[in-house]
């Protein structure tokens, strides 16, 4: 493969071997009419490299396929609210997938997991599908280290396997394999910056991308605009695909994108507001060392079920206090949720720590090196906020 990336990254070229391989899975698959399932983390990454691929891989299929509907039948996008791809999606992915191989005599097919795959979470539903033949490719930016997934995927497309970290979002790895694609469509390049903007990702690679959307008419304020109305949509749509509408909001139909945006701009504003007030009213705050650590409980200043979600609302409160070092906790009945910016430890750390020391709890969750949450048994809540406490007294020193 000799074509050049988008933009100048040496994490890019050390996975150009990866790149090659999925698209030629890709390709091969179209080739062989095995359909082609999408599943993504249902965020603005998750979205924005899906829908680069979609708009890339869909022209081939239907040049195959002049049969009516060949683009659901030969193709399907499903988003999932969980940063990894859990058992329940393999045993319905699977079901579905055996089904059209019964009524219509389709392939078994390739899954791309987009925005997860990564991590020891994904193992069980990955190895469910290999066992009935499924091809999985994996493209992802969570934290990862070679051999974790490895011997049970067909490619793995991951920053951290080639010296890279999280900043490389999975939308921009998303991107740079749909440039290698023969119909491929220059409309997709800002969702590149996009994923970045949504991710919040730093660095010399998402500066790079950020030109090229320049480039496409979209500033770094218009980005933030539509990753937050691509989030609010992404929220409303849970698991449903939404072709259409998420086509249309990332400008497929530019006077809807605007329609949309306008429609959902204020109320956002307002909701984001209104949690966040609630949320600096209750959070307890500390220094310890310099490090200003800040505590509260999430579920009570969030509403089940709406926008902004548990996830979203700490990285607000994060945002609130991010200009100095900080870690910022919201806990949960039986979940921890964390961010940070002090460079002491990394969730994978903490996760790691609560294993060895209250293995009853069943600790298990993961994310980002400095994103993520941590789930364990509502029963030992106690037991596990004062196990935080101690970590986080002993690395913050």
């Given amino acids: 493969?000799?074509?050049?990336?988008?933009?100048?990254?040496?994490?890019?070229?050390?996975?150009?071997?990866?790149?090659?391989?999925?698209?030629?899975?890709?390709?091969?698959?179209?080739?062989?009419?095995?359909?082609?399932?999408?599943?993504?983390?249902?965020?603005?990454?998750?979205?924005?490299g899906a829908i680069a691929l979609e708009k890339n891989i869909?022209?081939?299929?239907?040049e195959k396929h002049s049969r009516p509907g060949s683009n659901y039948i030969y193709y399907k996008r499903a988003p999932m609210p969980a940063p990894f791809y859990d058992y329940s999606d393999a045993v319905r992915d699977l079901s579905f997938s055996l089904r059209d191989n019964s009524k219509f005599g389709t392939r078994m097919p390739l899954m791309i997991l987009l925005d997860n795959g990564s991590t020891e979470e994904d193992i069980m539903g990955i190895k469910k599908l290999r066992i009935y033949g499924i091809k999985v490719i994996v493209i992802d930016h969570h934290f990862t280290s070679k051999g974790i997934i490895d011997d049970f995927v067909d490619v793995h497309i991951n920053p951290y396997l080639a010296g890279g970290d999280s900043?490389?979002?999975?939308?921009?790895?998303?991107?740079?394999?749909a440039r290698l694609i023969d119909k491929y469509s220059f409309e997709v390049?800002?969702?590149?910056?996009?994923?970045?903007?949504?991710?919040?990702?730093?660095?010399?690679?998402?500066?790079?991308?950020?030109?090229?959307a320049s480039k496409h008419k979209y500033s770094?304020?218009?980005?933030?605009?539509?990753?937050?109305?691509?989030?609010?949509?992404?929220?409303?749509?849970?698991?449903?695909?939404?072709?259409?509408?998420?086509?249309?909001?990332?400008?497929?139909?530019?006077?809807?994108?605007?329609k949309i945006i306008g429609l959902v701009k204020a109320d956002i504003k307002f909701r984001r507001q209104k949690i966040l007030e609630g949320s600096l009213a209750?959070?307890?705050?500390?220094?310890?060392?310099?490090?200003?650590?800040?505590?509260?409980?999430?579920?009570?200043?969030?509403?089940?079920?709406?926008?902004?979600?548990?996830?979203?609302?700490?990285?607000?409160?994060?945002?609130?206090?991010?200009?100095?070092?900080?870690?910022?906790?919201?806990?949960?009945?039986?979940?921890?949720?964390?961010?940070?910016?002090?460079?002491?430890?990394?969730?994978?750390?903490?996760?790691?720590?609560?294993?060895?020391?209250?293995?009853?709890?069943?600790?298990?969750?993961?994310?980002?090196?400095?994103?993520?949450?941590i789930k364990f048994l509502a029963a030992f809540n106690g037991e596990v906020v004062k196990l935080v406490s101690e970590f986080l007294t002993t690395k913050l020193k």
Avoid: W
Wanted: aromatic share 6%; glycine share 8%; hydrophobic share 35%.
């Fill in 1 to 48: 493969m000799s074509h050049q990336f988008l933009i100048k990254s040496e994490v890019l070229e050390n996975l150009r071997e990866n790149f090659t391989s999925a698209l030629a899975l890709i390709k091969q698959s179209i080739s062989e009419s095995r359909p082609i399932i999408i599943r993504h983390h249902s965020d603005c990454d998750g979205y924005s």
């Fill in 58 to 62: 869909l022209p081939l299929i239907l």
């Fill in 167 to 177: 900043n490389l979002t999975s939308g921009m790895l998303a991107v740079e394999l």
């Fill in 189 to 212: 390049e800002f969702l590149a910056a996009l994923s970045g903007v949504g991710d919040r990702s730093s660095g010399s690679e998402f500066d790079q991308y950020l030109e090229i």
């Fill in 220 to 258: 770094l304020d218009s980005l933030k605009e539509l990753a937050e109305a691509l989030d609010f949509e992404a929220h409303h749509l849970r698991v449903i695909e939404g072709r259409e509408l998420v086509s249309d909001l990332l400008g497929n139909d530019k006077n809807k994108q605007r």
């Fill in 282 to 373: 209750s959070v307890k705050k500390k220094d310890v060392n310099g490090i200003q650590l800040v505590e509260f409980n999430v579920l009570k200043v969030t509403v089940r079920g709406q926008y902004p979600p548990v996830g979203k609302t700490v990285g607000m409160v994060f945002d609130s206090f991010k200009e100095n070092p900080t870690v910022v906790l919201g806990y949960g009945d039986e979940s921890i949720t964390v961010r940070s910016n002090c460079g002491k430890f990394t969730v994978q750390e903490m996760l790691k720590h609560l294993e060895e020391k209250i293995p009853q709890a069943y600790i298990r969750g993961g994310g980002h090196e400095n994103a993520g949450t």
